[in-house]
């Protein structure tokens, strides 16, 4: 395993659609271990593929966030959202690839995702709560969306100055 360097906004890789994968071989194994461990070093609860800079259809996740809880490390390929509640819910989100930002999101509050696990076997995992956001959140990533798209345009534009600036400076 290997810690990998997280894409920052505004790398253009971040807005880049996520190619699904079609074999699940040591490889894939190999990107998602380097992805659970750049997680939790960073730290946060899930991380996609293209924030690493591979643009391939894998996330991981652990909303297993009380210190005292057991990691529960989750290894989607290829996800896809099956169906998302009508009700929706306001969470506060960040993102590994738009440092030291929270914003409230609305997003459905439960989702049934279906994907495939780390052996390739189809797996069908139905969140609500902080899980159901991660998911979404994640798969956003995948389709090239930020969580700074479901917010106002105007704190948006704020946002993606801020970093277009610090990019600039770098």
């Given at each position: 395993m290997a810690k990998r360097d997280i894409?920052?906004?505004?790398?253009?890789v971040l807005r880049k659609v996520a190619a699904p994968i079609a074999d699940i071989d040591d490889r894939i194994r190999a990107l998602?271990?380097?992805?659970?461990?750049t997680?939790?070093?960073a730290p946060g609860i899930g991380l996609a593929a293209p924030q690493v800079g591979v643009l391939e259809?894998?996330?991981?996740?652990?909303v297993?966030?009380?210190?005292?809880?057991?990691?529960?490390p989750m290894v989607?390929?290829?996800p896809v959202i099956e169906a998302a509640s009508e009700e929706t819910k306001v969470y506060e989100e960040g993102c590994l690839s738009i440092p030291e930002f929270l914003e409230e999101v609305t997003r459905p509050a439960a989702v049934r995702v279906a994907y495939l696990d780390r052996d390739g076997t189809p797996q069908v995992v139905e969140a609500d709560g902080l899980l159901?956001?991660?998911?979404?959140h994640e798969i956003d990533h995948l389709n090239g969306v930020l969580f700074i798209d479901h917010i106002s345009r105007l704190?948006?534009?704020?946002?993606?100055k801020k970093f277009a600036k610090q990019a600039r400076l770098a």
């Open positions: 894409l920052i906004l505004p790398d253009p998602a271990a380097d992805m659970l461990e997680m939790y070093e259809r894998l996330i991981v996740c652990d297993a966030t009380d210190e005292d809880a057991e990691p529960a989607l390929v290829n159901a956001v991660c998911l979404q704190k948006r534009e704020r946002i993606t």
